[in-house]
């Protein structure tokens, strides 16, 4: 994303976080432009000629004295801009003022309670009665002098530097993450530096990111003829409908049926967008070709490359039946993109690869186009409701790319993919039946990859555990189990081991992420 000078706006500088643009997403939920940077791309001058209101800087794995691997202009402190410093950021900006940061006696990873030391406009409605709040720490470093002007707001059993100001240069730093949900009331600190220290209007809509992204993708595409890669999943969709009022008959979208899709799903995808929304679908049932492939393949990586080469080798089978096409439109979304690599250049860690992230291979021939790369679930959603879509698309859970591949831990069997789409079924229609659907983020059922002994009928059964996973959130960085009411999980087990051969046992995932991923694989 490059700098906008016609809006005044919030700067975040990325120094390799997975939660940078959740600032800038919090950000924009208030109704305030925000862009992101990379610490290694920022130039003074861009700040200077390029309206900016206020400064964060992100948190990052590093440590503040790897000089070498990091880059910070100190000058940027002297611009009379308020800055904000979040996790790293503030060791940062302590570090460059004149404080020390060391490494912590006691790591803190998790949540961690704060308690209020003085009155600032940063912390306005923040504390609890009690004067102290839960917060999301993230850290083995932390400051350990305060540099000279500055005072303590708030301190935790480890940080007493939890949060220290600067009011007279509009300096402000703090330990933990106030971007994450885990951080209770974050959003409101955010917002209070926004609007109460940077003094910054409201500038910024769903429907204004609308018209940025056809204009992009007219200004990118051109008279060009375009081939969108088409899941009938809610990014893919919105995708497709983003790029018909872009360029209109220009657009061909090709659905590829891997044979790891959901029980139904390509009867759907078909009616919904080539009979409803009349747009051009070409079908591939490329069923066989997957699964052959895949078959003995238990390595989580090897599934995902098998999976995306051979879904590329398929679009230019198909690509070169469609004449003067110069443009291939992913539906990819920035968890997809910070999860596998960096977007802005930064040392953030990978986590695992994604089958449409990364490019094309120069043979194609094909340019990528991605507008929704720098945007997270939830603004997908806003922005498909502006498209007019309908509610059942947009409310639609989200479904990996490599699909059941990865919700089976181990070796893929055909056996295996037909229960694992009942097992599936059954979850999801339970959810919709009980009117629990739209109040879970992402709900699936998984096989892990062990059988037990179960006995059914006075007969000794040895079968496959299914591992059922709901989760809430609101951007699918950090997640949390959803608590079923009570009976359901007995009711839709039930269900489940009755009418489904080969399962024997029901397990339910009440993990968190962080420390786990939603998916398995």
């Known amino acids: 994303m490059s700098l906008n000078n016609k809006l005044t706006k919030i700067l975040i500088i990325d120094f390799g976080s997975q939660f940078t643009q959740l600032i800038a997403r919090r950000v924009r939920e208030f109704g305030v432009f925000s862009e992101i940077i990379s610490h290694k791309k920022i130039k003074i001058n861009q700040i200077i000629n390029n309206n900016i209101g206020g400064i964060i800087l992100s948190g990052g794995p590093l440590n503040v004295y790897q000089n070498d691997k990091f880059k910070f202009d100190k000058k940027i402190l002297s611009l009379k801009i308020p800055v904000l410093g979040i996790c790293f ?41 009690d004067n102290s709040n839960n917060v999301w720490m993230s850290h083995a470093d932390q400051v350990s002098k305060m540099p000279k002007n500055f005072k303590i707001i708030a301190s935790s059993k ?124 070409v079908y591939v049932n490329a069923e066989k070709e997957f699964i052959n492939k895949l078959t003995n393949i238990s390595d989580p990586e090897k599934k995902r490359k098998i999976i995306g080469n051979l879904f590329i080798k398929i679009f230019e089978r198909y690509a070169k039946k469609i004449k003067n096409v110069k443009f291939l439109a992913q539906g990819t979304l920035y968890p997809d993109l910070i999860e596998s ?21 120069k043979r194609m021939k094909l340019k990528l186009v991605e507008p929704l790369k720098f945007l997270f679930k939830d603004e997908v959603r806003k922005l498909g409701l502006e498209l007019n879509l309908s509610k059942d698309i947009i409310s639609r859970h989200p479904f990996p790319g490599p699909g ?81 009411p009570k009976g359901f999980m007995q009711s839709i087990s039930n269900q489940i081991i009755n009418n489904i051969r080969g399962i024997n046992r029901v397990v339910y995932d009440v993990t968190s992420k962080p420390p786990s991923t939603i998916e398995l694989e």
């Not at 406009?121 to 504390?127: D, E, H, P, Q, S």
């Not at 009022?245 to 799903?265: D, P, Q, S």
């Not at 995808?269 to 409803?276: A, D, G, L, R």
């Open 404 to 484: 059941l591949a990865i919700r089976m831990p181990g070796n893929i069997t055909r056996e295996k993919i037909n229960i694992l789409k009942e097992a599936d079924y059954y979850f999801i229609k339970a959810l919709r039946d009980n009117g629990l659907y739209d109040k879970i983020w992402q709900a699936y059922a998984a096989l892990l990859p062990v059988k037990t002994v179960g006995v059914m009928g006075d007969n000794r059964t040895y079968e496959h555990i299914c591992l059922l996973r709901a989760i809430t959130s609101e951007d699918g960085m950090t997640a949390d189990f959803f608590d079923f």
């Open 89 to 129: 950021g503030h060791q940062i900006l302590s570090k460059e003022l004149g404080g020390r940061v060391k490494k912590s006696k006691h790591r803190e990873f998790g949540l961690a309670t704060i308690k209020k030391v003085s009155n600032s406009k940063l912390t306005k409605n923040f504390f609890n009665k």
């Open 341 to 361: 690599r960096s977007v802005t250049g930064s040392q953030t860690s990978k986590i695992k690869s994604h089958h449409n992230v990364g490019g094309l291979p």
């Open 158 to 281: 480890n940080s007493k530097l939890a949060i220290i100001e600067n009011t007279k240069n509009n300096y402000y730093g703090v330990q933990f993450h106030p971007e994450v949900t885990h951080t209770n009331k974050g959003k409101i600190l955010l917002r209070n530096f926004v609007f109460y220290i940077c003094k910054l209007k409201k500038n910024w809509s769903s429907k204004d990111q609308k018209l940025e992204l056809i204009r992009d993708i007219k200004k990118q595409v051109g008279n060009n003829k375009v081939i969108c890669g088409l899941s009938g999943g809610v990014d893919s969709s919105v995708v497709a409908q983003l790029l018909s009022k872009a360029i209109r008959k220009n657009l061909t979208c090709i659905f590829v049926n891997n044979g790891l899709l959901r029980k139904n799903e390509e009867k759907q995808v078909v009616n919904t967008f080539k009979k409803k929304l009349k747009i051009n679908l």
